[in-house]
C-alpha cells in the first residue's frame, strides 16, 4: 500500500463534499481526473471506500475510517510545513547554546529574556559543563556555539571576545584579609587555598598566576563544583580565587570579596562557532541579540565587563 498525500487530499474532499462534482471544482481538477485518482486510493487499499450512484456518494465502513486517518495526515503535513516554514524564516525551533556555569547562570537569562520577547515560539537549550566538553560540543556540532574560554584553539573553531572576568579572592567573613581593599596572589598563597576542579579554566589560570609570581600552593581542599568551594570558604575553611562572574553561584551574604592584583588576572569568555558554520536563522538571531545586550552595555557584576 502507498497512498500519496495528493490521493488522501482528493478522497478527502470527496468523502466530505459527498460529492465528486463538488470536490472537483474545489480542487480545481476535472471530475474524471478526481474519480480516477480515488479509484487508484482504492486499489492500493483493496477494498471499496465509496458508495457511488447517479445522485449520491457514501461512505463505506471501511471509508469512514479512511477519512479519520487521511485528515490526520493531512492535517500533520500542513502543520509540519507550517513550523517548516517558521524555521527557515527563524521564528521557531532550537537554539542550543553550549557554557560555563557562570556564563548559564548569570548571563544567560537576561539574553535569553530579551530574544524569547521577540522569537516566544524558538526553545533554548543550554548544555553548561567544563570548557573542554564545551568546545567538544561545539566542534560535534550537538550545540550550535559556545560562550566560554578557549584555552587551546582549535583550526576547526572560530572565536570572538565577548566578557572580560577579572579574578577575585573569596575570603571567610572577617577574614583578616578583609581589611584589605585588593589582595595579592602571593598574600593568597600564604593562606590555606581552597581551589576547583583542574578541569576547570578557573583553577589553569590561577595555577598560572601563583606560577607567574613564583608563589605555588598545594590546595587544602578541591571541589569541582563552584557552590562546594563557596560553602568551604564561608565556614570559614580557607580561602579562594575565582573569577568575578563566578561570585553569584558562591554562598552569596556568606563570603567577601577583593580585587586580585600583582598580577592582574583575567578570563576571557568568547562566543565560539565551528569555522566557516553556517548557522541557522534563529541562532543567527540569539547572538543579534547578545550584541545587541552587550551594545546596550547589559549590566553584569563588578568585576566583569563586556568585551569590545
Known amino acids: ?28 481538477v476535472s471530475q474524471s481526473s478526481l474519480s480516477r485518482t480515488v479509484a487508484e486510493l482504492e486499489r492500493s487499499f483493496g477494498g471499496q471506500l465509496l458508495e457511488r450512484d447517479t445522485r449520491n456518494v457514501t461512505l ?7 477519512l479519520r486517518i487521511a ?10 510545513m507550517r513550523e517548516l516554514q517558521q524555521f527557515m524564516l527563524g521564528g521557531a525551533g532550537t537554539v542550543s547554546v553550549a557554557t560555563m556555569p557562570s556564563v548559564a547562570a548569570v548571563v544567560l537569562p537576561q539574553v535569553i ?47 570572538r571576545p565577548l566578557v572580560r572576568d577579572r579574578f577575585v579572592a573569596v575570603l571567610p567573613a572577617n577574614h583578616p584579609l578583609t581589611t584589605h581593599d585588593q589582595v595579592t596572589w ?21 595555577d598560572a598566576a601563583f606560577a607567574q609570581v613564583d608563589a605555588y600552593t598545594a590546595p587544602a581542599a578541591e571541589a569541582s563544583s563552584v557552590a562546594t568551594v563557596g560553602g568551604l570558604v564561608a565556614a570559614g575553611l580557607g580561602v579562594s580565587a575565582i573569577p568575578a562572574l563566578v561570585l553569584p553561584l558562591m554562598a552569596p551574604g556568606s563570603v567577601e570579596h577583593r580585587p586580585l592584583v600583582d598580577p592582574v588576572v583575567e578570563r576571557h569568555l568568547d562566543i565560539v562557532q565551528r569555522s566557516k558554520q553556517r548557522l541557522s536563522l534563529v541562532a543567527q538571531h540569539f547572538l ?19 568585551a569590545r
Open 1 to 28: 500500500m502507498d497512498a500519496s498525500l495528493r490521493q488522501l487530499a482528493a478522497y478527502a474532499a470527496v468523502a466530505k463534499a459527498a460529492s465528486f462534482t463538488a470536490a472537483a471544482a474545489e480542487l480545481h
Open 60 to 66: 463505506t465502513p471501511a471509508g469512514v475510517e479512511a
Open 71 to 80: 485528515e490526520q495526515i493531512i492535517n500533520a503535513h500542513r502543520a509540519g
Open 113 to 159: 529574556s530579551m530574544f524569547k520577547q521577540r522569537r516566544p515560539n524558538v526553545s533554548v537549550q543550554i548544555m553548561d559543563g567544563l570548557e573542554r566538553s564545551v568546545l567538544d560540543r561545539v566542534a560535534s556540532g550537538e550545540a550550535d556555539f559556545a560562550i566560554c574560554t578557549v584555552g587551546s584553539p582549535s583550526r576547526l573553531l572560530e572565536h
Open 186 to 206: 602571593r598574600e593568597l598563597a600564604e593562606e590555606s587555598f581552597l581551589a576547583v576542579g583542574t578541569n576547570s579554566s578557573a583553577r589553569r589560570l590561577a
Open 288 to 306: 543579534e541579540v547578545l550584541d545587541e545586550a552587550r551594545d546596550q552595555g547589559l549590566p553584569l557584576n563588578e568585576g566583569a565587563a563586556w
